[in-house]
């Protein structure tokens, strides 16, 4: 039986914490995440901390004045 779990994200932190919680609950690690992404690991990292939110804030701000929420759900079994 499958379970999904949702998440609600506003935010480049938010969508940096997806992520973590994503790869954590698959137990991938960043290394393995980045190499199967093509993503360099440092860089991924970065994702995940919130460093690389400079672009992505003006995206969410759109988002807010719009009042567009983004959702996104992770399935206990991949597709």
């Known amino acids: 039986m499958s379970t999904t779990q949702r998440f609600s994200i506003r935010s480049p932190k ?7 919680e994503a790869r954590l609950a ?3 690690t ?3 995440l ?3 992404t093509g993503i ?3 860089y991924l ?13 003006r995206v969410f701000q759109v988002f807010r ?3 567009v929420q983004i ?8 597709e």
Request: charged letters at 35%; proline letters at 0%; aromatic letters at 0%.
């Open 45 to 57: 990292s970065r994702m995940e901390n919130g460093l690389e939110a400079t672009q992505l804030e």
């Open 30 to 32: 960043q290394s393995d």
């Open 65 to 67: 004045t719009l009042g």
């Open 40 to 42: 360099d690991r440092t």
């Open 71 to 78: 959702e996104a759900r992770m399935d206990s079994e991949l």
């Open 34 to 36: 980045a190499v199967a």
């Open 14 to 20: 938010d969508l940096a914490r997806t992520i973590t």
């Open 26 to 28: 698959r137990k991938i």
